[in-house]
């Protein structure tokens, strides 16, 4: 691609618009443009690079066997009433009617569909094993868009889905898919991380996501370096860690604690840790209030409280005049103790002795609180957030904890959407049973972010060569001298004779300009041919190298479709 013709208006300055790097670096190097909050449109190297990461993706899932086909995205809502989702789905389905009053959604996955495409074409258990997928676009409107293509209520999914006749064949067709999500990831270059996940209100027998280890993830991630056990924090399971405590059972006291509401402000107030006491938090569920107890240092995990308790919707924190109510206090003063809502305790909790809780009266705690002698928690479970340092569940050592970005999930989905649909088969003897499912997806945009936040300098980009837009760029120096322009053109024929892809920066620019431009798009090797051109010497630049390097031009040529071979 000659440069002249490209459209590519690189940004100087760092939009506002954007927090974290890769959002910053896909702007500045003109790779995309925002058209409202979470919808995006793809310049011509935007959309390059994500050619490319799909095409790796559909090689790889082709090797493994599954089939491509395409659904649409504009869907009417019958399968989805069918599975029930057209409820649990909630504001996140964008949903509206046609000219005929007709319900219709924009499709944020796709599993209904399949379903329903597998009932309508397989006639026999013959057909059985199948996967099928499709590279599509996905709506969800969701409630905070943000990162650029990280978080965008518009984004490009694989989703693939399994067909099988039973649950050895679904961990065999699980397994194709895991090794193929390992591959695809490792050819886009990125370095990842494989977590238990939780199945949560999908149901399902296992489950498993690819995230890629960053600051700016918005998954938490616990890991254990000696054993290897990994999960996210919904499915790592805590093991509840005893803290020193008063011996036997005393007497609870009732305590004046004048406006201290937090556990900081009562730590302060009672010469207390923060382990001393147990905080009561009370939460929405769908249309009814629970209560949910943690000790003083440990942070509630909705997602694990939200399965617990069942609900459809996302739990929230209970509205101010409903605490107002449910505790007679005012909000900061919430305790078990004659509370008339189910209480969850979390384990750590019902180990606690001679501990302090909030009185259901404002400015008062109990102290010297203990279970069962002063209240009875409905539930007791692990409802806690897994911490740097807590006991790993499979080996016992200290767990490490870090930030992911998910770029994939595999799900073992088992009879929960052939069982909502009607997805049987008829076996060999003639008996009905039902087909079981496994679902596989991947961010696909959400990727070239991830790639560019772990592949990334000061001065921009640093593509994987595996993905990048354009493999090298071939640089004259001053576009007014024919012997540097004419050198150049015949290495970029060259090069793209080989199969290279190839950018030739023909614009009329300073050569500074051009340079930066290269750094910010992120081009894996840069040629420039200036002063020594007449000798039939270029300079060869690796993007992550210090300096460049003198090659002649046939080595430069050679070593850049080397390098390429060896990198893609
Ligand atoms: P998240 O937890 O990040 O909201 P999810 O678990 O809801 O994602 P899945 O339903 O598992 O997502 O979708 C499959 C893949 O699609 C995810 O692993 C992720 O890479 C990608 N994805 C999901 N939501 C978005 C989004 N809003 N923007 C970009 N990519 C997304
Ligand atoms: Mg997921």
């Known amino acids: 691609m000659r440069m002249s013709n490209l459209l590519m208006p690189t940004l100087r300055e760092v939009p506002a618009e954007a927090e974290i790097t890769s959002h910053k670096l896909m702007l500045r190097a003109a ?264 000790r003083g240092d440990r942070e509630i995990n909705e997602v694990k409280l939200k399965n617990l308790v069942g609900c459809i919707d996302d739990l929230e924190l209970a509205e101010p005049f409903k605490v107002r109510e449910l505790t007679n206090a005012e909000v900061g003063f919430a305790g078990p103790i004659g509370l008339d809502i189910p209480v969850y305790a979390d384990k750590e909790v019902a180990m606690m002795k001679n501990f302090i809780v909030g009185a259901n009266e404002t400015d008062m705690h109990y102290k010297n609180v203990n279970i069962n002698k002063d209240f009875t928690p409905e539930v007791v479970a692990d409802i806690r957030v897994i911490e740097e340092g807590d006991t790993c569940p499979k080996c016992g050592k200290p767990i490490k904890t870090a930030q992911g970005i998910e770029v994939g999930h595999i799900f073992k989905l088992g009879t929960k959407y052939s069982d909502a649909l009607g997805l049987k088969y008829l076996d060999e003897d003639g008996r009905s049973k039902t087909v079981t499912m496994g679902c596989y997806g991947i961010g696909v945009t959400r990727c070239l972010a991830a790639a560019i936040e772990q592949n990334n300098d000061e001065n921009g980009i640093i593509w994987p060569v595996s993905i990048s837009p354009y493999q090298v760029v071939v640089i004259p120096v001053n576009n007014k001298l024919e012997e540097q322009t004419a050198l150049a053109e015949k290495i970029y024929d060259e090069l793209r004779t080989n199969g290279v892809d190839a950018l030739l920066d023909d614009r009329n620019e300073r050569a500074g300009v051009k340079f930066k431009d290269s750094e910010l798009i992120g081009i894996p090797v840069r040629i420039v041919v200036g002063k020594k051109c007449g000798e039939g010497i270029v300079e060869y630049k690796e993007r992550r190298a210090e300096n460049s390097v003198e090659k002649t031009v046939d080595d430069a040529v050679n070593d850049v479709i080397e390098y390429i071979n060896s990198n893609i």
């Open 31 to 294: 790779m995309i443009r925002r058209l409202s909050a979470g919808i995006y449109s793809y310049l011509p190297l935007g959309i390059k690079t994500l050619q490319k990461v799909e095409k790796i993706v559909r090689e790889e899932m082709d090797k493994a066997g599954a089939q491509e086909l395409l659904m649409p995205a504009l869907l009417p809502a019958e399968a989805y009433q069918a599975s029930g989702r057209w409820e649990v789905f909630g504001p996140s389905m964008f949903k509206m009617k046609d000219r005929y009053d007709r319900d219709f959604c924009l499709g944020p996955t796709h599993e209904e569909l399949f379903t329903q495409t597998v009932i309508d074409n397989v006639k026999s258990y013959k057909e059985y094993p199948m996967t099928l997928y499709q590279i599509q676009t996905k709506y969800r409107d969701e409630g905070r868009p943000r990162f650029g293509v990280m978080r965008s209520r518009e984004f490009v999914m694989k989703d693939a889905y399994s067909f099988d006749l039973n649950d050895e064949g679904l961990n065999e067709s699980y397994k194709k898919m895991y090794d193929a999500y390992c591959r695809i990831f490792t050819r886009l270059g990125l370095d990842f991380t494989i977590v238990d996940a939780d199945t949560g209100a999908m149901g399902g027998s296992g489950s498993q996501e690819f995230m890629v280890k960053s600051p700016v993830g918005e998954d938490g991630i616990a890991y254990c370096d000696d054993c290897g056990y990994a999960a996210n924090y919904e499915k790592a399971e805590c093991i509840p860690q005893e803290k020193p405590s008063v011996e036997g059972e005393l007497d609870i006291e009732k305590l004046h604690t004048p406006s201290a509401h937090t556990i900081e402000e009562l730590v302060a107030f009672m010469n207390a840790e923060a382990y001393n006491f147990a905080k009561t938090i009370i939460y929405k569920a769908d249309d009814k209030y629970i209560a949910a107890m943690v």
